[in-house]
């Protein structure tokens, strides 16, 4: 069973910066990409970041380039998303997720807030 579960998100300042983690089970975590994805207010859940499973090749949002940083230790099973310049416009729910046999599987989600 899949198991996703997200934790470090929290309450900063505009310009400050946040370590999200994701702790995965249930699947053979070193050959799946993983993804960040975000959902504000009242807008839709939008892709923030992914990382390829065995060279760690990663792709971004333009809106999170040169900010966040995806990375991911396979003997610890775990994904994270290094957040960095953050801006108000950052704040949403931050979602881990896998792919797996055509079933997008997501974690519970934690919350970022980004305000002075």
């Known amino acids: 069973q899949v198991q996703l579960v997200e934790s470090g998100g929290g309450l900063v300042q505009p310009g400050g910066s946040l370590r999200l983690s994701c702790a995965a089970s249930?699947?053979?975590?070193?050959?799946?990409?993983m993804s960040w994805y975000r959902q504000a207010p009242g807008k839709e859940r939008e892709l923030v970041a992914s990382i390829s499973a065995i060279s760690s090749s990663t792709t971004y949002a333009d809106s999170v380039k040169g900010r966040f940083t995806i990375s991911r230790d396979n003997g610890k099973k775990k994904v994270y998303l290094q957040m960095s310049s953050l801006k108000p416009e950052d704040t949403a729910v931050y979602y881990c997720s896998v792919l797996r046999s055509s079933t997008r599987y997501w974690g519970q989600g934690t919350q970022v807030t980004v305000s002075s």
């Open positions: 249930g699947f053979p975590f070193s050959s799946y990409v």
